[in-house]
C-alpha cells in the first residue's frame, strides 16, 4: 500500500510559482513511478507530467512543458512539481499517482496508475 498526501497549493497570480508536494509512505516509493495529473471544473482529468522510479527519465504535458518541473527526492518518499509563469488555465485540482513497477518506465495514463492521493487546488488569477 502506498498513501499519498499533497501540500503547495493555493492561490497565485498569473506569471507567479508554486511548488507542489507529494508526500508518500511506506516503503516503496523507490519502487514506483510517480506523476501529476490535474483538473478544472467541468473538465476531464488531464495528464501534467511523470517521473520514473529513479528519476532520471521525466515527461511532461505540452501545456506545461517548458514551465512545470518535476522532481523526486527518494530518500525522503517526496515527489515535488515546481510551477512557473502560471496561467490562468493551469487553475485546478492537481494530485499526485503512484505506480509501483519493475521497469525504469514513466507513464502518462491515470488507468495505469494504483494510487492517488486526495488533490490540492491551484488557483491562478488573472
Known amino acids: 500500500q502506498v498513501q499519498l498526501v499533497e501540500s503547495g497549493g493555493g492561490l497565485v497570480q498569473a506569471g507567479g510559482s508554486l511548488r507542489l508536494s507529494c508526500a508518500a509512505s511506506?516503503?516503496?516509493?523507490?519502487?514506483?513511478?510517480m506523476a501529476w495529473f490535474r483538473q478544472a471544473p467541468g473538465k476531464e482529468r488531464e495528464f501534467v507530467s511523470a517521473i520514473s522510479r529513479s528519476g532520471g527519465s521525466t515527461v511532461y504535458a505540452d501545456s506545461v512543458k517548458g514551465r512545470f518541473t518535476i522532481s523526486r527526492d527518494n530518500a525522503k518518499n517526496t515527489v515535488y512539481l515546481q510551477m512557473n509563469s502560471l496561467k490562468p488555465e493551469d487553475t485546478a485540482v492537481y494530485s499526485c499517482?503512484?505506480?509501483?513497477?519493475?521497469?525504469?518506465?514513466?507513464?502518462?495514463?491515470?488507468?495505469?496508475?494504483?494510487?492517488w492521493g486526495q488533490g490540492t487546488q491551484v488557483t491562478v488569477s488573472s
Open positions: 499517482a503512484a505506480k509501483l513497477t519493475l521497469t525504469g518506465s514513466y507513464y502518462q495514463n491515470s488507468y495505469e496508475y494504483n494510487y
Open positions: 511506506g516503503r516503496t516509493f523507490s519502487s514506483a513511478a
